[in-house]
């Protein structure tokens, strides 16, 4: 893979900085997200047309993911997990149109993964108090404090390893298919790398993403009960 060099420049109180494609595809994924939210919310009626019902499925299939894994008290999550669904669903699958996908940069992938160790830490101490959520780290024996310490800071750690690693290895095999392709004629570059696209970026970017929803929201469970 290539190194990663800015697509252009953002001056800001003076600093010039750098713009990579990551950054910008998720820029990109973000606009388009707002712009169909914007349109696919407007003039709901109590009749759903064919355009209100895609919301509706969508919406029912991200509520029932909470409640059947979380339970009816953590529907508040409902706008959290869903945000992730959507975003790593088109993020993942932007290999498809020849884009390289954002959570192939690392920073991408432990952004998310932070933002979900916050998450789950915040919950924890809103629901059982800061008390009794420093009390959980040497429960049940005092001398497992650093084992309980470790196992909480490798939550970032763990989801943003897999989310980067597999969909690096993803984008990895594609390019070297590609290469391998290069002394064919155009005719087999264009076929034979579908199953491979099928597989890494359709099939994997939504496993992918389902492992990653999946754990935050048993992190968010677990360590709010501990």
């Not at 696919?40 to 509520?63: S, Y």
């Not at 789950?120 to 009794?132: E, S």
């Not at 040497?138 to 084992?147: D, K």
Request: overall charge neutral; some cysteine.
């Amino acid at each position: 893979m290539e190194d990663i060099a800015p697509l252009f420049h953002i001056k800001f109180f003076g600093y010039s900085i750098g713009i990579v494609e990551s950054i910008f595809v998720q820029w990109c994924i973000i606009a388009i997200v707002a712009v169909l939210c914007l349109c696919f919310t407007r003039n709901l009626k109590i009749i759903p047309d064919k355009k209100q019902n895609i919301i509706e499925m969508i919406m029912d299939f991200i509520n029932n993911l909470v409640k059947n894994n979380m339970g009816e008290e953590y529907m508040g999550f409902v706008p959290y997990i869903g945000t992730i669904v959507i975003f790593l669903s088109i993020a993942n699958l932007t290999g498809l149109l020849g884009v390289t996908p954002p959570t192939v940069d690392y920073s991408v992938s432990l952004a998310l993964a932070l933002i979900t160790f916050f998450v789950v830490q915040w919950f924890a101490i809103k629901k059982i108090g800061l008390g009794h959520y420093f009390k959980g780290y040497v429960e049940p024996y005092s001398f497992i404090l650093p084992i309980n310490l470790i196992e909480r800071v490798m939550l970032p750690v763990s989801l943003s390893f897999r989310l980067f690693g597999n969909m690096t290895a993803g984008v990895v095999i594609i390019e070297l298919a590609y290469k391998s392709l290069a002394s064919l004629n155009g005719f087999a570059q264009v076929l034979l790398p579908i199953p491979l696209h099928f597989y890494f970026d359709l099939f994997d970017g939504l496993i992918q993403m389902v492992i990653f929803v999946m754990l935050t929201m048993v992190n968010i469970k677990v360590i709010a009960e501990h």
